[in-house]
């Protein structure tokens, strides 16, 4: 399974170029992965990475990174990743220093190596010589160390922070918040050998203090739980079946009839008696109208006095 790096045009050449171009320069040469690696002398990098770019067509300089070996005697190597854009070719060139020799500075061959050895310089403490401007470009200022060394500590009692006061970035001892700054890492869930704060105050469990806070269901006893949570609520049951459910019935019928306290009681609704004109309308039938005639024009009247 070919890797996912981008397509790059082997150099079935590329070892006999180097080794005649570079001679003793040139420390080892590695072919892993499709990827050609070459360690050089530190002394003699910039020399070499100008016949690199004018004899074997690597033109761009892409990348410096650098990387920590605490068990080497030269623990940091500076990292270099050539470009040839017109062989389609990547390389990779390497060189060792500890922390104390300085490795000569590519600048003058490439001018965009000034920021990235700056980033190396910062992360790992490498020197350049010949650097116009080696100042730490990723921390801040007055920061102790560098953090990518693998003996760099994760922790510490300074604290770094910006202060509005006096308007700059200043390092202070760090100051913790809580009272007791000294935990017990053992979980109070598996029992400690102390009385936890709050547990003294908890009673009727049975347990004695310090062991920790008790379970209070068991698995089964937490299922039937969820199970009865989940059952649906039973029907209510109806309250309209029978009749002394609903104040009806002969019993309530009695019970209405009786005279109330104010006097009142209570009487069957008798029917409203039918006037004379009501009592006719309901014995005859209805019978339909024959429609009106229509009404003849008025004749034109004769005007008088002989008025023409």
């Known amino acids: 399974m070919a890797h996912p790096a981008p397509l790059v045009a082997p150099r079935e050449t590329l070892a006999a170029e180097l080794k005649k171009l570079l001679g003793t320069d040139l420390l080892a040469h590695v072919f892993t992965v499709d990827e050609d690696s ?5 002394d003699a990098i910039a020399g070499v990475m100008i016949a690199l770019r004018d004899n074997l067509e690597y033109q761009q300089m892409m990348e410096i990174a650098g990387v920590d070996y605490p068990d080497r005697a030269e623990r940091f190597e500076v990292v270099y990743h050539l ?3 017109t062989r389609n070719h990547r390389l990779r060139v390497r060189v060792s220093t500890d922390e104390a020799t300085p490795v000569p500075t ?10 990235l050895e700056r980033e190396v310089f910062d992360m790992y403490g490498v020197l350049f010589a010949g650097n116009p401007d080696l100042r730490r470009i990723l921390t801040d200022y007055g920061f102790q160390g560098h953090p990518q060394r693998k003996d760099f500590p994760l922790t510490g009692y300074i604290e770094l922070r910006y202060s509005e006061e006096d308007k700059r970035v200043v390092y202070e001892p760090v100051k913790l918040a809580q009272d007791f700054r000294n935990f017990d890492f053992m979980s109070p869930w598996e029992g400690a050998d102390y009385v936890l704060p709050g547990d003294e105050k908890a009673g009727g469990t049975g347990e004695a203090p310090g062991k920790g806070a008790p379970t209070p269901m068991t698995a089964a006893q937490v299922k039937a739980s969820d199970d009865k949570a989940k059952a649906p609520p039973p029907p209510t049951p109806k309250t309209t079946d029978k009749p002394e459910q609903t104040g009806a019935g002969a019993k309530a019928n009695l019970k209405a009839a009786k005279t109330s306290r104010d006097g009142a009681s209570a009487k069957p609704a008798t029917k409203a008696a039918k006037t004379p004109a009501t009592a006719k309308a309901e014995k005859a039938p209805a019978k339909a109208k024959a429609p009106a005639k229509a009404k003849a024009p008025a004749k034109p009247r004769k005007p008088k006095g002989g008025d023409a």
């Open 38 to 42: 070459i360690t050089v002398e530190r």
């Open 83 to 85: 470009l040839s854009v």
């Open 106 to 115: 590519i600048v003058p061959v490439w001018p965009n190596a000034g920021w």
